[in-house]
Structures are given as C-alpha cells and as structure tokens.
C-alpha cells in the first residue's frame, strides 16, 4: 500500500518515519517544500503538487494546522481532489470542526473515494514513540483499510462511529484539558502573588489528585527547563473556536470553555502564542505581575 502524507509540520514530522520503518513507501507534499529535507532523507519521496500525490498514493494522510488548511489541501481547483481520485482512500487527522470533515466527505464521496477523521490524541513524543490514541469517524471497512498504516503509531485505533464522530470525539476529550490549563494558570498566579514556591506548587499539585495526565511531563516548560513545543498556545485556541462553535451549532452551551477561550486568544496575541501550551500559566503570571505592578 503506497502512502501519501501531506503536512509535514511537528507531528508529520514524527508520523511519516515510524511510517517509513514500517516498510511504508511515502510519498510527501508541504506547503513549505524545505520542511520536507528530514523525511526525505529517511526514505521518503517528494510529489510536486497535491493532484499528483493523490495519483501516487493508495491511502491519504493529512495533517494540517486548521480548517483553512485541510480546506485548501483538499480543494477541487487545485489541491488532492483535482484529478480522478476514485478508490482512494484519504484520512484527515488535524484537529478542526466536524462541520468541515462533513464538507470534504461530501466532495470525496462525489468522487467514489472514501474518507475517515481521524483525529489524535496525544503529542509529538507519544507520535515519535507509536503510542497515539486515534479517534475515528467513517465506515468500519475503511477502518479496516487503514489500520495496517494506524498501527504505525497508535497505541489504540478507536472507531467511534459515522463519518466527523472521530473530529467530534476529539473536541471532546481536548476541552477538558483546555480548560484545566486555564484553571491551572488562575490557581498558579494566585499561589505566586501571595509569595508561594511555583516549583512546590506544582510538585504538591502533581502529586494529588487535582493533577492530570499530562501535567507532570510540562513541569520543567512551566518552569522554564525546557523550550520544547508539543502543541502550542495558539493551537489551543484554534481547537476552543472550534468546540464552542461546535457546541452552539448542537445547541450545548460552553460557558467554561468559552471564558477559557478569552485567555488563549489574549495570550496568543503575545510572545507565548507560538509556545507550548503550558506557558499558557507563564503567560497569566507575567500579565497578572505587568497589572498588579508585582504585587498585589
Ligand atoms: N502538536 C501536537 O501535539 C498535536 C497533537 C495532536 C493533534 N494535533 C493536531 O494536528 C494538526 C497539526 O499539528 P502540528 O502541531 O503538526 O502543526 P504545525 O507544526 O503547525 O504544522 C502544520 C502543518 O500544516 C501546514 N499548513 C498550514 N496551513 C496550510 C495551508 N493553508 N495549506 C497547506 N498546508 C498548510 C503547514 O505547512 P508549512 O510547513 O508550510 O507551514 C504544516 O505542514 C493540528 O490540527 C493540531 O491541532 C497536534
């Protein structure tokens, strides 16, 4: 099975090798043509244009910063649905609106070639180490087509139901988290402002049950050990317009992920926007301290 894979950005990056360890031939196309150099150099080979990847290739991966993005790469003018695609089976795995997903599936299904959504949880170090958790809308024989190229770097391959059910799936399980970085921001800065250890703080509330996941892995970035990006501030509040969009279309109020959202779109304007995105609380420390004049 010949493989395509468009988006050669933080997480291509990681995907397209395990890829190509697997015995994969892949076949890649960026927007920006140096990024593709590393892969390139793994085994990968180049398509000039997105219509010509999409005659290369059996199955389509992209993975893509947001809606206008895979809009773009999957248009019919001149992006992968240019040609006869028919037989083709495509997965879109950025995280973006299930309003879009149900957009392309109609232009694919136009085409006879098949689509599934098939968003990821978990980031760069989990991608590069195989163990993703994939969320996935579509037809369970298209499941089935792809799991061979899904057992790459998944940990665990969900189908979760109908065509967009994975993008949903996925706005789901990441507002949780949007959130409790905010939450985590405002209880951090309160803890700073009275004179507590941010280190102790953070130490203390890995260790209880107010911790989650993901929270450990970020100490040393929040406390400025580390320059790494898994996802970054700017990504977070992409994904918070698309769950409170999502959630007015399905009439589900959002009131915490929509003050959550005022944060990330304030701190994306700044320097933290293109950090990760536990500095979302580095952010909240330096505005509180910039209004409060360092005190309180
Ligand atoms: N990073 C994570 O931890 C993580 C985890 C799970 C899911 N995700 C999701 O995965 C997706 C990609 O994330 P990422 O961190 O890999 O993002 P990224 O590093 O910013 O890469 C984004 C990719 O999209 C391409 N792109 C952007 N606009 C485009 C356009 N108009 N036309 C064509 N290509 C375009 C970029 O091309 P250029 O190189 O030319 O800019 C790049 O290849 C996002 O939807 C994100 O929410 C990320």
């Not at 450990?216 to 790494?228: C, H, M, S, T």
């Amino acid at each position: 099975m010949r493989v395509g894979f468009v988006g050669l950005g933080r997480m291509g990056q990681a995907l397209v090798p395990r890829l190509l360890d697997a015995g994969f031939p892949v076949v890649v196309w960026n927007r920006t043509p140096a990024k593709a150099a590393a892969v390139l150099e793994h085994g990968a080979t180049s398509a000039p244009s997105l219509p010509e990847l999409s005659q290369a290739a059996d199955i389509i991966l992209t993975m893509l910063t947001d809606d206008n993005a895979v809009e773009a790469v999957y248009s019919p003018a001149d992006g992968l649905l240019a040609d006869d695609v028919a037989g083709r089976l495509f997965v879109e795995m950025s995280t973006i609106r299930p309003d879009t997903i149900k957009r392309i599936a109609a232009l694919i299904m136009d085409r006879r070639a098949a689509l599934l959504d098939a968003p990821v949880s978990g980031t760069v170090g989990p991608a590069r180490e195989g163990k993703l958790l994939a969320l996935v809308g579509g037809a369970a024989e298209d499941v089935e087509r792809a799991r061979p190229v899904f057992e790459t770097f998944c940990r665990r391959i969900a189908h979760v139901g109908p065509s967009s059910s994975g993008t949903t799936m996925k706005l789901a399980l990441n507002m949780p988290m949007a959130v409790y970085w905010q939450a985590l921001a405002e209880a951090l800065t309160m803890g700073v402002q009275s004179g507590l250890d941010l280190a102790q703080m953070l130490d203390l509330i890995a260790d209880s049950p107010a911790a989650i996941g993901a929270l450990r892995a970020k100490i040393p970035a929040i406390l400025g050990q580390n320059d790494e990006i898994g996802f970054d501030v700017t990504g977070v509040r992409k994904d918070l317009l698309a769950m409170t969009a999502t959630g007015q279309l399905l009439g589900t109020p959002t009131p915490a992920a929509s003050a959550a959202l005022l944060t990330y779109a304030a701190a994306s304007a700044t320097e933290w926007g293109h950090q990760d995105l536990a500095h979302l609380v580095s952010y909240y420390i330096a505005m509180v301290r910039e209004t409060t004049g360092g005190g309180t």
